[in-house]
Structures are given as C-alpha cells and as structure tokens.
C-alpha cells in the first residue's frame, strides 16, 4: 500500500497541489494532492460524498478551489472556466450527458464545441475519430434513437475531436451494460496507450483494479492513501475507502410462501414520447422472498414502479394483484392500505418532502399507522414514529424536527426505508436502494431489506447495481426495452448471462 | 479579477428568521422609497408620510375605516393563501367576491321578505355559495380538460364585472335611482350591526378572525390541510402518497372562492348598503400580495391586511390632503410586493464576501 505512482520520464501532465474548496456545510476538498503522469489511467476513488465530483469540477474549471495550486504540463496554472480548460487540452465526459434527444449526433457535437463548424462539414471528422479509436458512431443518426452506451460514445467521440491530452470520465459506467464496460476499457486502453492521460471517476473497485495504473483515494475531502490498483485486494482498496472492514451481507436459504404479488401479461404505453411501453410483463413474488429486476435505467423501470406502486393507471391490458386481491384500478393510497409499501429512486420531492421535517414526512405514508384519528393529526404519535426510524436505521440528522432536505442523500434513503419498513408492508417495492448511497448505509439497507424477506415480506428490488441483485435476491430477472426475462434462481445465473441479457440478447 | 466583491450563496437550510424579516424588511424599503417619491412630487416627506399613515387614524372613525377595509382583503387572502399553499393558483378573487354580492344582494332584493328573520344568515350564505360557484368553473375545467386556472380564474373577472353591470343596468336597477345603475337600498334589518356606534366596521370583522383561526387549524391540525400542503410543495410526493390532485384543485379553489364571496356580500350588506357596479377597489386583487405578505400564515395575512388597508386609507388621505393622484396607492403596494420579492431571495441565499484567489494566472 501506498507505493508511489510510476514516474513519467517528462514533466507530468497534471499536478494538484494543496487543493481546499469549502462549501456552506461541508470542507468539500481538504488539502488534496493528485499527480496524472503521461499516458496514465489514474483513478480518483471514494465514496459518494467523498470530494470526487468537487475535484474533478476545479480540474474542468467549473469551479475555483478556495486555495491550493494546478500544475499543467509542469507550469502554474489557472483554470477559468471550462472553456479555458478545453483550451488547454482537458476534455470530460460527463456522468449524465448533455445531448438533445431530437438532434442528430453530428448537431450535438457541432453545438457543443468551442470553434463554429457546420455539421456537415464536421461529418468527416466524426467518422474519422470514430473509426480510429474503435467507437462506431453514425454522425447522422439521432440521439433519442441511440442506447446510453451509444450515447456515451458520442460524448467520448466529442471530446477527442478536440484532441485532448487529458481526459476526465466520471463514473463512465454506471448506466452500461458489462459487455459494453469491456468494450470502453478497451477504448481507454488505448487512447492510454496513445499518450492521453486519463482521471478516471468511479467507486467501483472491480473496474479500478481492471483499468488503472494508479489511484488516488478520496474519503470525506481528504486523501486517504494513493495505491497501484492491480497490487491491491477489493477488501484492502474498500478499507482505504471506507475505513473499516466490511462484512458483506448473507442471505440465508428459506422456503418462500404464498404468492404476495402477481403481474399477468401486464402491458402498457408510456405517456412520455421518450418513455418505454411495458410489453406482457409476467411475474410472481412470493412472500418471504426478495425477487431482483436487473437492467440499465430506462428500459421500462419507471414505469412498472408506476404501474405497480398505483400512482400512474393508465391505458393498460392485463393484471395486477396484491396478496390475492386485483389492484390494478386501485390508487396509491388504496394499494398501501392492501399492504403495499414503496422506496422510490427520486428520495427528495417523492419519497419525502423536502422542506418538511421528518416527523411530517412520516405522515406521507404512515397516516394509517395511527398518526391520524378523526382527520386530525396526532403530532405525538408522529414524532415517536420518526424518532424509532432514527433510532432503529442510524439516520445521522439533528432529530425528528430536521427538514429532509437537511439530510445526506444516504441518510434520507435509510429514513425512507425505515418508514416503509416499520409500516410492515406485506410487499415492498425498492427502487435503487442504494443509489448514491455511502458502502456502510448500503449494507445496513440490505440487512434490512434481508431482514424484512425473513419476517414474511414479499420484497422486489430494480437496481442497475448487478453485484447488489447477486448480493440479495432470491430470484433475478432482467427488463430490457419494456420485456421481462423469465425470472431464475440466483444460483442458476452469472453476471455474464445478466449482462446478455441487459443487451438484449438472448431474451428468455 | 475585477467584480462585484460580494456573491450570492445558497444557505445551507432556508432562514426562518429571514422568512419573518422580509416583509419587515419590504416595508421598510417601501417607507423610504415613498419619501423618495413625495420628494420628487415636491412634498415635504415627513409631512407626506404623516398624511399617509398617521392622520387616517386619528380619530374613532380612522381605526374604523381600518378594520372595515382590512375584513375583505383578509377574506380574499386567507381563501387564496390556502390554495397557493398547494399549488393552486385562483388568482380571480376579484371575480369571486363580486359573485358572492350579486348572490347574496339577489336574496336581499327578492326574497328576504319570505325569509323573515333567517334573511341575513341565508344572505351570507348565498354570498358564499356565489363565491363558491364561480370558482367552481376554473376547478372544472382544470380537473376535467386541465386548464389553466390562472388564466381561467382571471378571466372571470371581467366575465362578473360585466354581468353586474348587466344586472345594474338592466332588471335591478332601482326605478326610482334616476337612472343611476345600482339597486334599491337594502332593508334596514338586513344590514350587518357595526361593532361601535360612530364607526362603520361590521361584525363581519370579527367573524373573519373567526374564520383566520379556522383556517390556522385546518392547516396545521387536520390530515386534509397536510395533504394540501404536500401537494403544493412536493407534487410527486403527493401522488407517490396517493392524495388525490383533483380533490385538492377542488378543496382549495372552493374554499377561496367561497372566502372571497363572503368578503363581497358583507361589502355590499355592510358599508355599501346595496348594489352597485363598483363593489370592491381591487380587494380581490390586493390580497394576492396581503396572501404573500402574511407568509400565507393567518396571523401574517391579518397583519398583511391591515397594512394593505392602511394603504388604502393613506392614498385618500393623500389625495384630499395633498392633491396626489389616486395611483399613489397602487404605487405603494407594487413597492411592497417588490421589495418583498426581492427580501424573499436571502430567505434560501445570502451575500458571502467572494474568496480571494491565491496562484497565479497562466
């Protein structure tokens, strides 16, 4: 542990020195130092809220750091704003891209680029970047029409039109498919190979150890050791990371029971244009298991929860039923008096209101569990019900009367699913429990999605997250393009034969 | 580099205490803009603003006037501020309260001999159920073909002014007003009793703190009030809950509407004694601000109105004092809805010294 990084025989690329940057509640960056050499894959590694996205910000020139210095190509530097760090040869690919859906690609990246070149003419230089460096793109071709990993490439094929000498990819592969990850690795590989130094963004200790020469690691704004990824073990990298050994958590064989939720040949239109319809969707849940949907976002997900939770009913052929009883003209109130319990993705504005104190937000769904008597509300019973979900799931906040708004994102993640969970569903819908949430919040949200499995719950999780989905369900299935795969026992799968399946290959 | 040495920075959490400050704050700012304005008119300031806001009450009649004007812009405002809690925006008060007093003014005219003594109550009544009715119509067409109630709202008001004229012109008009387009004057026995001899507010003062205490616990007390609240701040979460959005459409704009007639009808069985094309000076429109000036809070709408009503009075102290024109009340209150909306932006932000940059540039 902590070996230096290989030095590059010339000056190194980028060199960061002594780099603070404050925000109102947070010391975001805390004196960090990173080093990029020529022709280095380096990582940048921490935990959701570790300082990655606020480092990676004052390299493009999004922001200015409050003190500490840049080092480019050897001379002092000052990164203005993102044009001037295009200038300088740094070029990013961002998390969420910045595309319009109804432009073709060639339009996208002519709006994008600092000089002014009309999309035919730049047709040429997309196909020439494009087949050089392996990434099939069509410049004509329309964005909505794309897959996110085609997307992706279009913002990779953007940056290099610009020649970069470094290039930041933040968390590049949390919307692929496996296959698709080998095949980006192969591209860094070999942009790598041409002298580009890359800073690459994740914390996904697999890819590390696969892709970078060196590693720098980031927890709560400070540097917590730099490493050689591939000299390192998972369990010794996620200690620098986290701090602490992690137990992973188990699940424990059980028979399930009776069948708590039924989807039958479901189909649906989407209201979105950009939406994808549900296609004859067929699933069981059976109590005291934990039934995982495998799959990229935006293959149907939003809306089966939609469709399953009872907050959109629309034009809709098939069935839907809860512990035995068809739901599936019900609304969301009356689907959660069946039993029903629900972790949306999006925490602040859906799962919780956001200028609302816990206590309130308990409210939201767990007006049956006494809070309310006569249509008044018993404010009493409310705040006892939010300090038990504080006590029971370690939320870190100030109390029942802290806002939602004031808590992490993790923190709200484990007090919404304490809510849903202390209402004891009889089914529980999570959608991404773990999303943006810190590695020591998800493991405590996967032993209580365990726990509620081994109580007698029906639990069905969709998640990006395959090693999440191996981790805790029963039974995994994949949604690809609005069709579900037959659902088959854990052990029967690989994460080989899931990433297939989340390509849309081999549809069971 | 050159700039402005200080920057805005969002606050860690929303300042409760900026929250309360701010309407303080536009006052303030209202104040001192106003002497800028009585300068610039030529008018000594001090002097001016004596006029304004002290001489309307120095007298008995003064408070009087104050509480009278104050009772239908806090009627509007309570009814509106529970709707734009939850995101339902009836901006056609106005239109509401003029319903509100051609209803309750029709049972004056045309039945009250056959009601007896139950008259005034069924009067009130009908006033809130006019109110109600015309704000119905946005809640329709938002709930049934999702339009806009803004826009539908807004328009009813000029839909209502003109039917009173209508109604004033035509087959209500008193036979023996001299061709002047208003009613007969009402019957004495059908007119709200004043609180003191010597003054002209109503009982209907009183009644509407009433109400002001109703609507502070239906808010904060009743699961209904909660489920508004959700909608309006976080419409996702509301439907992830499962509250119903048309029930709240409809809750919010026929409490406002029903508000805002009441307002009217005790206009016109009050002060004004019968009906006429000029009910209401715009209190459907002011409590728009006294709504947001009061924080949507019913103690911040009581107060806000009292302001707004003293608005009111200094512009015509203003105008038989000092010979300003009648748009120096308007002035006033566009200075306070302005200030306020620009005191409103430190709520959520503050002004931080910008950080100096250490290193040089490349």
Same mark, same amino acid.
Not at chain 1, 504 to 508: C, T, V
Not at chain 2, 175 to 203: C, H, K, M, W
Not at chain 2, 217 to 239: C, E, H, I, N
């Given at each position: 542990?902590? *070996?230096?990084a290989t030095?590059p025989?010339?000056?190194p690329r980028l ?12 010391? *975001? ?5 990173v080093r990029v050499g020529v022709g280095e894959i380096h990582a940048v590694m921490g +935990?959701?809220?570790?300082?990655k996205s606020?480092l990676v910000?004052?390299v493009y ?11 480019? #190509? ?11 760090a295009r200038?300088l040869g740094i070029g990013m690919v961002f998390q969420h891209f910045a595309l ?5 690609v060639?339009?996208?990246i *002519?709006?994008a ?13 997309i196909r020439a970047v494009a087949e050089r460096y392996g990434l099939p793109v ?8 794309m897959s996110v990993g085609e997307r992706q490439r279009v913002e990779i094929v953007r940056c290099l039109l610009q020649s970069p000498k470094l290039l930041i990819m933040d968390e590049p592969t949390s919307v692929l498919t496996p296959q698709a990850v080998q095949q980006l690795f192969a591209t860094l590989r070999r942009l790598a190979g041409e002298g580009m130094s890359i800073l690459y963004i994740s914390h996904k200790l697999d890819e590390i150890r696969t892709l970078c020469d060196s590693a720098t690691v980031?927890?709560?704004?400070? @540097?917590?050791?730099t490493a050689r990824p591939r000299e390192e073990?998972a369990?010794?990298l ?8 992690? &137990?992973? *958590?188990?699940?424990?064989?059980? #028979?399930?029971?009776? @069948? ?36 990229v ?102 109390? +029942? ?18 809510? #849903? ?10 959608? &991404? ?31 990006e997250?395959l ?10 299935? @994949? ?16 994460v080989a034969?899931?990433g297939?399946?989340m390509a ?5 | ?30 104040? $001192? ?50 709707? !734009? ?118 009982? $209907? ?126 002035? !006033? ?9 620009? $005191?409103? /932006? !430190?709520?959520?932000?503050? /002004? ?11």
């Open positions: 542990m902590n *070996a230096p030095q025989q010339a000056a060199v960061l020195r002594g780099i603070t940057k404050r925000y109102p509640t947070v010391l *975001a960056n805390d004196a960090i130092d +935990e959701n809220g570790a300082g606020t910000k004052i020139g999004v922001t200015r750091p409050d003190s500490g210095s840049i080092e480019w #190509e050897g001379r002092p530097t000052i990164i203005e704003n993102p044009a001037a200038h319009f859906e109804t432009l073709s060639a339009e996208n *002519a709006l680029l600092d000089e002014r070149i009309a999309p035919a003419a730049l047709a040429p230089r069509d410049p004509g071709r329309l964005v909505h029409s980031l927890r709560a704004g400070r @540097v917590s050791g073990s369990a010794s996620a200690r620098l990371m986290v701090g602490d050994d992690l &137990q992973e *958590a188990r699940l424990t064989l059980r #028979e399930p029971g009776e @069948v708590s939720l039924q989807i039958k040949d479901y189909s649906m239109a989407s209201d979105d244009p950009f939406g994808t319809a549900l296609h004859h969707i067929d699933l069981t849940v059976r109590a005291g298991e934990i039934v995982g949907i495998a799959g976002s935006g293959n149907g997900q939003k809306e089966l929860l939609a469709a399953l939770s009872g907050e959109r009913i629309g034009a809709y052929a098939g069935a839907i039923s809860l512990c035995g009883v068809r739901v599936d003209e019900l609304g969301a109130a009356a689907r959660r008096a069946l039993g029903l319990g629900f972790v949306p993705e999006e925490r602040l504005g859906r799962g919780a209101v956001p200028a609302m104190t816990l206590a309130d937000n308990t409210l939201l769904t767990g007006s049956r569990a006494g809070m309310v008597r006569h249509g008044f509300i018993k404010h009493r019973v409310a705040r006892q019900f939010a300090r038990a979900i504080i006590d029971e799931f370690k939320v870190k906040c100030a109390g +029942e009367s802290s806002t939602a708004e004031q808590l992490s994102g993790g923190n709200l993640q484990k007090f919404i699913l304490g809510r #849903e969970i202390r209402l004891a569903p009889r089914v529980l819908l999570a959608a &991404q429990p773990t999303w943006g949430v810190d590695v020591g919040a998800a493991l405590l949200i996967h032993q209580a999605l365990i726990g509620l499995r081994d109580a007698g719950a029906a639990v069905l999780v969709i998640s997250e090693d999440e989905l191996f981790a805790i369900c029963d039974r995994i299935a @994949v949604l690809t393009a609005g069709r579900l795969s037959a659902v088959q026992p854990r052990a029967a799968l690989t034969a899931v297939l399946l849309g290959g081999g549809l069971a | 580099m050159i700039g402005f040495p200080w920057r805005l920075e969002k606050r860690a959490a929303a300042s409760g205490w900026m929250r309360v400050a701010a309407p303080l704050i536009a006052a303030a700012a209202m104040l $001192a803009t106003g002497c800028v304005v009585f300068a610039l008119l030529g008018k000594e300031p001090l002097n001016a603003l004596n006029v304004f806001f002290v001489q309307p009450l120095n007298s008995l009649y003064g408070w009087g006037e104050l509480l009278l004007k104050a009772t239908p812009l806090a009627l509007c405002a309570l009814g509106l501020a529970l709707g !734009f809690s939850a995101n339902v925006w009836n901006i056609g008060a106005e239109g509401q309260l003029i319903l509100g007093a051609v209803c309750g003014g029709g049972v004056a005219l045309f039945w009250s001999a056959a009601l007896g003594e139950w008259a005034l109550p069924v009067i009130l009544l009908a006033g809130i159920g006019g109110g109600a009715a015309w704000a119905a119509i946005p809640a329709v067409l938002r709930t049934r073909f999702n339009t806009s109630e803004i826009l539908v709202s807004l328009m009813l008001v000029y839909i209502a002014q003109l039917l009173l004229g209508f109604l004033l012109h035509g087959s209500w008009r008193d036979p023996e007003g001299y061709n002047f387009p208003q009613s007969q004057a009402f019957d004495e026995r059908l007119i709200l009793p004043v609180l003191l001899e010597g003054q002209r507010a109503t009982i $209907a003062f009183p009644l509407m703190l009433g109400l002001a205490a109703l609507s502070w616990l239906f808010s904060t007390q009743l699961f209904a009030g909660y489920r508004m609240r959700v909608s309006g701040q976080a419409p996702a979460a509301a439907v992830y809950a499962g509250f119903g959005g048309s029930r709240n459409v409809w809750f919010a704009l026929l409490i406002s509407g029903g508000a805002a007639g009441l307002a009217g009808v005790c206009e016109v069985v009050g002060p004004i004694g019968r009906l006429q094309t000029d009910i209401s000076p715009g209190y459907g429109f002011a409590a728009i601000i006294v709504a947001f000036v009061g924080r949507l809070h019913p103690l911040g709408i009581v107060l806000a109105a009292l302001l707004m009503s003293l608005l009111y009075l200094g512009g015509e102290s203003v105008q038989l004092g000092l010979q300003l024109p009648a748009a120096v009340t308007g002035l !006033f209150q566009g200075l306070l809805l302005f200030y306020l909306l620009a $005191a409103d /932006l !430190f709520v959520d932000f503050r /002004l931080r010294r910008a950080p100096p940059l250490d290193g040089r540039r490349a």
